[in-house]
């Protein structure tokens, strides 16, 4: 061993980093300062700012020319005029169209995952409880869809329910006639649970697969029948994954544009295909952004729900 | 445990249920006829007229470099955030930024998309900037709205990473930025990849806020798809969809052997 | 062989006042909202000391330790290393190392370049570096193993890359948090000695944190014993043992039998207490700062009682009381009986087994005398 006693002096050497932390603090910005201002700038220009603009525009009407609205400010002889529009939110409660879209959107959206969830828990009940070696499997085969084009999903389905889909040609093996289910509301809530079977599952298997196997067992040996030990111990100790499965179906579905647009009728109404028409097709955008801002509204609620599912969720991991 | 028939039969009809659907779409890929529902002979001809389609092709590569960008500015600034939001316990406008961060996660895409346009279009009034819209407004949606997802996924690997690492290199005399590249980043670059990856993914795959924010002349891969299922099926929409499904498979079967390869083994005597 | 440094465990610089501490904390306090981790500590720790800081979960010793390497600023006091205060500066800046509980190996590097990574903040030349971690490969036995990762390592490995990483960069102050907390009791052992070995050729300082009693007064030239956030007491491992300060202390520490009492005679030379509790007087054989009629805590250990079935020759009448047995333990090299008292008082007493399968040992049920020194015991008034 070398003599120990004999400190070195750390020697004095320019450091790259440090001399960027100084550069920086020379300016009075701190590096985290920095860090938390990079992310806190682009959500406010590219997130908060616009939903700020379409309120703004909502309250303005529609226009010919560019942009196709009236001006919120306008300056007329030195005097700077507010003008605000209430007539777009006044027709989205007078209006038969809106009033339905919006119903219609949360019964679709309301049902369809009740479906997902009768479909989903028992697929994640069994993933759970299966042995380790074929989990991961089957939990891959639910998250390969995940990764695949939601749009493809819905384009492969639209295959397989058209007229001369495979259902029908199926069918007609045993004489059945063909079934109308393309541009129905039936095929949408086909279309919802396909394309977001996943996102019930999986927060439904974390849940499940943490049950622990004993109280089963114990609720077995005290004589509950298996449908008994369901509904008094799985069903209430699952409830976190289920609400927040059914959050994580019912959020998207309610503003869902791309499967009323394909697999739907035109009768079926959604909020967020009567917004795309409303600026697309009618180039309103004033009525778009009072459309979307009462969507917003609307999906508040269940957000809401959510959170609190996660928590509990949480809490009770952290309690174990 | 004893086996439920009930349980089996009802997961097996949902994988049935998840799967029939692109299965027979790959299969029809192959098909002879322009009928893409009904069998006529196997061939590849529809992977040909794709590769000879200008439109399609201009749009996948569109696509790919929105996605490309768009998937790394979300990670820088996700991360950033994720750090932020994990490591500093407390500043002003925690609570505010953990919220605006994790609301794209739930914002319909129809208002997301409407909303930046309208933003677009407003500071191209005011600033003359961004003029006309194309690439660079598909980018900053997109890295918006992904940043949440890498946001989530970073989030939790550096709540699971040991404060005490970070602690002893600034012990051993690195300093605050110089522990994040050495320590932070090397441990949490699996969280980052897989962030990345899910943000590349999120970006090809989005019609509804692409649509709104792109001009003319910048249509993205699924925008043009769109168009043309629409108007009903085609079977090169088919082969182009194999195509894909084929890419997220290997990929996604990678992934998992990768990470049970990495798995630590157990610790030599 | 270079001629061991001058240890502080010989010297024992902290009888001598007018010798300078190496470390001097100074009404160091740390509030967390409002609870104090730790409030009010001054300390004094010498060059070259093993100083153990001992406690409980919540006593505010890992806080103590955290802000000498500087990852917690003081809310208020001062903290001084080989005469510069240190208070404020950052743990990248400190001549301080540590030592995690964790042990914190990076688990992207492997040994050699976990051990290096100090040296390379430094900006040493690479040649230095090679040198200087091969030299501590050797130190702390693990010649061989540089390549390895650190998940492909046994705890005690572990245990020794985290103490060659720790002692890389020649810290003034070496800082260990719970050292062999994770390590099986047999290899704890033997790591302890090491440990001890390690220090005394290196001559280093160290402050140990350790919630283990018997690991503190083993390692340990000195002990703290920490409280609520406060040091009840500082003292050598036998001052800690046999002369505690408080009822805390003296019940923190080993196992101890402690009964009450009404002091009767207050002389300058001894001090007569009656205890109800134990049936008879305790003669303490020197003078105590209490007064007449004070109620207060006299604490014996069980070692310090010996057992017989004959009354033996008491002096002072006091100091002898009587019981049964009520359970024996054979643990081996000692037993531990149980005595139960006329008050209902029960008395831990060891015996060391002296002989191989002692026939005429005492047993369960059999009356016994129970006596004691005059100065076995300790008065406690706080």
Known sequence: ?320 | ?269 | MVKNPQLAIDTRPWRDPTATPFVRLRNVTKKFGDIFAVSDVSLDIYKSELFCLLGGSGSGKSTLLRMLAGFEQPTAGTIEIDGQDMTHVPPYNRPVNMMFQSYALFPHMNVEQNIAYGLKRDGLPRAEIAERVAELLTLVKLQGYGARTPHQLSGGQRQRVALARALAKRPKLLLLDEPLGALDKKLREETQFELVKIQETLGVTFIVVTHDQEEAMSLATRIGVMDQGEIAMIGEPTDIYEFPNSKFVAGFIGSVNMVEGVVTEDEPGHVRIRSEELGCDIYVGHGVDCAPDQRLSWAIRPEKLALSRERPAGRFDANVTQGTVEEISYLGDVSVYQVLLASGKRLRVTQTNTMRGNPDAITWDEAVYLTWGDSAGSVLTV
């Open chain 1, 1 to 320: 061993m070398s003599s120990h006693d004999t400190h070195h002096a750390p020697p004095p050497r320019p450091r790259v980093w440090s001399g960027v932390e100084r550069a920086l603090a020379a300016v009075g910005i701190s590096g985290k300062a920095l860090v938390i201002a990079a992310p806190a700038i682009w959500l406010t220009v590219f997130f908060l700012v616009p939903l700020a603009v379409v309120f703004g525009i909502s309250l303005t009407i529609k226009q010919f020319g560019r942009p196709p609205y009236t001006p919120l400010l306008t300056n007329e002889e030195g005097t700077v005029q507010l003008t605000l529009h209430l007539n777009n939110y006044l027709r989205l409660f007078t209006d038969q169209l809106y009033v339905a879209a919006y119903l219609n959107s949360a019964k679709i959206a309301f049902i369809s995952t009740v479906i997902t969830l009768l479909i989903g828990y028992p697929m994640a009940y069994v993933i759970g409880r299966a042995p380790d070696q074929w989990r991961n499997i089957l939990l891959m085969l639910v998250i390969l869809p995940f990764w695949t084009s939601f749009l493809l999903r819905v384009y492969a389905l639209s295959g397989f329910m058209r007229g001369n889909g495979v259902i029908n040609q199926f069918l007609a093996l045993f004489g059945i006639e063909p079934l109308v289910m393309m541009q129905t509301d039936f095929a949408v809530y086909v279309g919802i649970v396909y394309t977001y079977l996943p996102f019930m599952i999986l927060p439904l298997y974390t849940n499940l697969v943490k049950l622990d196997g004993t109280l089963l067992e114990a609720s077995a040996d005290l004589g509950a029948r298996p449908v008994r030990t369901f509904l008094s111990i799985t069903l209430p100790l699952s409830m976190p994954g289920i609400l927040a499965g059914s959050m994580l179906v019912f959020i998207p579905a309610i503003g869902e544009f791309v499967i009323p647009a394909l697999l739907g009728g035109p009768g079926t109404l959604m909020i967020g295909r009567v917004l795309w028409d409303e600026f697309f097709a009618n180039t309103n955008w004033p009525r778009a952004a009072a459309v979307a801002i009462a969507m917003l509204v609307v999906v508040v609620i269940p957000v809401m729900l959510l959170q609190r599912a996660q928590d509990a969720m949480r809490d009770k991991e952290q309690a174990s």
């Open chain 2, 1 to 269: 445990m004893r086996r439920s028939w009930f349980l089996t039969i009802a997961a097996t009809l949902g994988f049935a249920f998840l799967y029939a659907p692109i299965i027979s779409l790959v299969v029809f890929s192959f098909n002879e006829s322009s009928l893409v529902t009904v069998w006529s002979g196997f061939s590849t001809k529809w992977y040909g007229a794709l590769l000879a389609d200008p439109q399609i092709l201009g749009a996948a590569w569109l696509s790919l470099q929105v996605a490309f960008v768009a998937a790394t500015i979300a990670v820088v600034l996700g991360t950033l955030c994720a750090v932020a939001l994990v490591r500093f316990r407390r500043f002003r406008g925690r609570t505010m930024l953990a919220a605006t961060v994790a609301a794209p996660l739930v914002m319909p895409d129809v208002i997301t998309g409407l909303s930046l346009l309208l933003l677009f279009v407003a500071m191209e009034g005011i600033f003359g900037w961004p003029a006309g819209r194309g690439l660079m407004t598909i980018i900053i949606a997109h890295a918006t709205f992904c940043m949440a997802y890498v946001v989530v996924v970073v989030q939790s690997r550096l709540t699971d990473l040991d404060l005490s690492l970070e602690e002893a290199a600034m012990d051993l005399g690195a300093t605050p930025v110089r522990v994040f590249f050495d320590i932070t980043l090397p441990i949490i670059a699996p969280a980052l990849i897989s962030g990345w990856l899910l943000a590349f993914t999120l970006s090809l795959d989005d019609l509804v806020i692409a649509s709104f924010v792109s001009g003319p002349g910048s249509s993205t891969l699924p925008m043009v798809i769109f168009s043309k299922v629409r108007l009903g099926v085609s079977p090169d929409v088919n082969a182009l969809a194999t195509i894909i499904i084929g890419f997220v498979t290997l990929g996604v079967v990678a992934a998992t052997l990768l990470q049970r390869r990495s798995r630590p083994k157990h610790p030599l005597p």
